[in-house]
Antibody
Framework: EVQLLESGGGLVQPGGSLRLSCAAS????????MSWVRQAPGKGLEWVSA????????YYADSVKGRFTISRDNSKNTLYLQMNSLRAEDTAVYYC????????????????WGQGTLVTVSS | DIQMTQSPSSLSASVGDRVTITCQAS??????LNWYQQKPGKAPKLLIY???NLETGVPSRFSGSGSGTDFTFTISSLQPEDIATYYC????????FGPGTKVDIK
């Protein structure tokens, strides 16, 4: 059974940093691109970042480029999102998501999602 | 960047009704489009991939069609458990979600 378990969310002041983790199980982690998708309170879904299965290719939304860094440790089956220079508008539930197809560098969409972790940026 | 629009933004229909949601891309995305269902407090669920393919385990009352810039998502017979917000998502160039369509029971 595929499972994705996010952790690391919490309350942080504007300008602060936070690192999210997503522990994956139930599939060959290194074969799949992974993404982070966020949802601000009462708002729609926003794609944040994606990483290829090998970790060699990374992609970012313009809204987070230069502030967030996605990475993965395939030996630990874990996906990360390092978030720096956080702003109030980064407040959201952050989901990690597994790509639908293996071996696609950028990815094609998500067949499994974690339960989400809430990040609140406020003073 | 590719922009996605959806209409309507919300709708109310009776059980058994046919429900149709449209999604439009700002440029040609071929069939690189998915549809997701999200219930309150839950993670999204993939329903349709590549514009018209039903994800495994998803009821056949859900369907999708379209290519290029115009896409349609249909629930053939609305059920109470279909109350949710539905999102389209393009993956032709990175990823973009539509703004969502909230579906309620009348």
């Amino acid at each position: 059974e595929v499972q994705l378990l996010e952790s690391g969310g919490g309350l942080v002041q504007p300008g602060g940093s936070l690192r999210l983790s997503c522990a994956a199980s139930g599939f060959t982690f290194s074969s799949y691109a992974m993404s982070w998708v966020r949802q601000a309170p009462g708002k729609g879904l926003e794609w944040v970042s994606a990483i290829s299965g090998s970790g060699g290719s990374t992609y970012y939304a313009d809204s987070v480029k230069g502030r967030f860094t996605i990475s993965r440790d395939n030996s630990k089956n874990t996906l990360y999102l390092q978030m720096n220079s956080l702003r109030a508008e980064d407040t959201a539930v952050y989901y990690c998501a597994k790509d639908h197809n293996p071996w696609r560098v950028q990815g094609v969409g998500y067949d499994y999602w974690g339960q989400g972790t809430l990040v609140t940026v406020s003073s | 960047d590719i922009q996605m629009t959806q209409s309507p933004s919300s709708l109310s229909a009776s059980v058994g009704d046919r429900v149709t949601i449209t999604c439009q891309a700002s440029q040609d995305i071929s069939n690189y489009l998915n549809w997701y269902q999200q219930k309150p407090g839950k993670a999204p669920k993939l329903l349709i991939y590549d514009a018209s393919n039903l994800e495994t385990g998803v009821p056949s009352r859900f369907s999708g069609s379209g290519s290029g810039t115009d896409f349609t998502f249909t629930i053939s017979s609305l059920q109470p458990e279909d109350i949710a917000t539905y999102y389209c998502q393009q993956y032709d160039n990175l990823f973009t979600f539509g703004p969502g369509t909230k579906v309620d029971i009348k």
